[in-house]
């Protein structure tokens, strides 16, 4: 008959509801099916899963388990592509939170029902906004391979809107606070610490992952290289996050003065040490010379403005104050993002915007200097 299809070759063909569909014959004599929105949606993933085939590599989703999916995808695509914490992150979402619930539920009859019954359990069960949406996104990213590879016609998880995240309100220190803080700081052991994260703004991981190696004293200049990470209970030095992340920064004098005390200072505590510690040499440690928690240097930091009588404020926000300082001063937004380490000049922007009033005012008085220096001529 022409047009018809030998039993070892793949058809493609329309359903009544609009979506393609192709299948392909498998050596256990199932048949694989796959879906798209178009004809050529369809041919591409069925070309994959004939050259599969061919070489041995085709499996069949039919009884499998989201559970056995989960892994697959953890193992396979997760862990070869992804930074160890990033990995991390993945594996206690699976483990912990979507294998418990729908880990029995086999692959091809997971519905958006599900997803959505997954997420109002966790916020039941406590779990804030921000985390059940990265579940969610977890889930949402393994499906979109059992799409990719064919095993699923729609990402469920992609038709389930997470929860509501509540804007976390930046509360950055004014110049007068930030002195208060400073002046606070000149007999603490880590006050070179507070004051590079302040007028650096640097995140923690950053600031707690320099080196000696990537201060330069004579220049003057600080590397942002890395940043430290605890990951199954072990500190490790990890890449950062962007490119944008990596970058050279100029150090007030100010900033250098300390360092050099911290230096010194440090080199004193590691001198009466039996065993020097193996490891990063690291600038900001312990000392015994072991690097810093960053969850007991927060808490140190919380007991400090308690001391100072300042209000409560995250770690991170020594970052976010050092950039709403600098766009006072009527530093360009442009230099901001580039100290920062943003990937966009957008996202400085749409961070800071409670600046921007402040700013323009600034800017109507410059010109008005302007304008009225033009007519006094």
């Given at each position: 008959?022409?047009?018809?299809?030998?039993?070892n070759?793949?058809s493609?063909?329309?359903?009544k509801?609009?979506?393609w569909?192709?299948?392909?014959s498998?050596?256990t004599?199932?048949?694989?099916v796959?879906?798209?929105?178009?004809?050529?949606?369809?041919?591409?993933?069925?070309t994959?899963?004939?050259?599969a085939?061919?070489s041995g590599?085709?499996?069949?989703?039919?009884?499998?388990?989201?559970?056995?999916?989960l892994d697959?995808?953890l193992?396979e695509?997760?862990?070869?592509?992804?930074?160890?914490?990033?990995?991390?992150?993945?594996?206690?979402h699976?483990?912990?939170h979507?294998?418990?619930?729908?880990?029995r539920?086999?692959?091809?009859?997971i519905e958006?029902?599900?997803?959505q019954?997954?997420?109002?359990?966790?916020?039941?069960?406590?779990?804030?906004?921000?985390?059940?949406?990265?579940?969610?996104?977890?889930?949402?990213?393994?499906?979109?391979?059992a799409?990719?590879w064919?095993?699923?016609?729609?990402?469920a998880?992609?038709?389930?809107?997470?929860?509501?995240?509540e804007?976390?309100?930046?509360?950055?220190?004014?110049?007068?606070?930030?002195?208060?803080?400073?002046d606070?700081?000149?007999?603490?052991?880590l006050?070179?610490?507070?004051?590079?994260?302040?007028t650096?703004?640097?995140?923690?991981?950053?600031?707690?992952?320099?080196?000696?190696?990537?201060?330069?004293?004579?220049?003057?200049?600080?590397?942002?290289?890395?940043?430290?990470?605890?990951?199954?209970?072990?500190?490790?030095?990890?890449d950062?996050?962007?490119?944008?992340?990596?970058?050279?920064?100029?150090?007030?004098?100010?900033?250098?003065?300390?360092?050099?005390d911290?230096q010194?200072?440090?080199?004193?505590e590691?001198?009466?040490l039996?065993?020097?510690?193996?490891?990063?040499?690291l600038v900001?440690?312990?000392?015994d010379?072991?690097?810093?928690?960053?969850?007991?240097?927060?808490?140190?930091?919380?007991?400090?403005?308690?001391?100072?009588?300042?209000?409560?404020?995250?770690?991170?926000?020594?970052?976010?104050?050092?950039?709403?300082?600098?766009?006072a001063q009527?530093?360009?937004?442009?230099v901001?993002?580039?100290?920062?380490?943003?990937?966009?000049?957008?996202?400085?922007?749409?961070?800071?915007t409670h600046?921007?009033?402040?700013?323009?005012?600034d800017?109507a008085?410059?010109?008005?200097?302007?304008?009225?220096?033009?007519?006094?001529?």
């Amino acid at each position: 008959m022409p047009g018809r299809r030998g039993n070892n070759e793949g058809s493609i063909y329309l359903r009544k509801d609009g979506l393609w569909v192709g299948a392909v014959s498998l050596p256990t004599g199932r048949r694989r099916v796959v879906y798209g929105r178009t004809r050529e949606d369809v041919r591409r993933k069925l070309t994959g899963a004939l050259h599969a085939r061919e070489s041995g590599t085709l499996t069949d989703a039919r009884g499998q388990t989201l559970g056995h999916f989960l892994d697959l995808w953890l193992a396979e695509i997760v862990k070869p592509s992804v930074r160890p914490w990033t990995y991390r992150g993945y594996e206690v979402h699976v483990r912990l939170h979507i294998k418990p619930i729908l880990g029995r539920v086999a692959l091809e009859r997971i519905e958006p029902a599900h997803v959505q019954a997954l997420l109002n359990r966790k916020q039941k069960e406590g779990l804030s906004s921000k985390s059940v949406r990265y579940i969610r996104g977890t889930l949402r990213a393994a499906l979109q391979q059992a799409v990719r590879w064919g095993y699923l016609a729609r990402n469920a998880a992609a038709l389930v809107d997470g929860p509501r995240i509540e804007r976390y309100e930046i509360k950055p220190f004014d110049a007068t606070e930030a002195r208060r803080l400073l002046d606070a700081l000149v007999n603490d052991r880590l006050r070179a610490l507070y004051s590079v994260a302040l007028t650096m703004g640097l995140r923690q991981g950053e600031a707690l992952g320099l080196r000696w190696q990537d201060v330069d004293l004579s220049l003057g200049l600080l590397h942002v290289q890395k940043q430290l990470q605890r990951i199954d209970g072990k500190f490790e030095l990890v890449d950062l996050k962007t490119n944008r992340s990596r970058r050279t920064l100029v150090m007030p004098a100010t900033i250098v003065m300390q360092l050099r005390d911290h230096q010194a200072r440090q080199t004193k505590e590691l001198e009466g040490l039996d065993h020097l510690p193996s490891g990063f040499a690291l600038v900001f440690t312990r000392p015994d010379g072991a690097p810093l928690d960053g969850t007991v240097v927060t808490h140190q930091f919380h007991r400090l403005l308690d001391r100072v009588g300042l209000p409560q404020r995250r770690f991170h926000d020594l970052r976010h104050s050092c950039a709403t300082l600098l766009l006072a001063q009527g530093v360009s937004p442009r230099v901001v993002m580039e100290i920062l380490g943003h990937s966009q000049i957008a996202l400085t922007m749409n961070t800071y915007t409670h600046v921007l009033p402040e700013l323009k005012h600034d800017a109507a008085e410059r010109m008005d200097r302007v304008v009225r220096g033009e007519l006094e001529r």
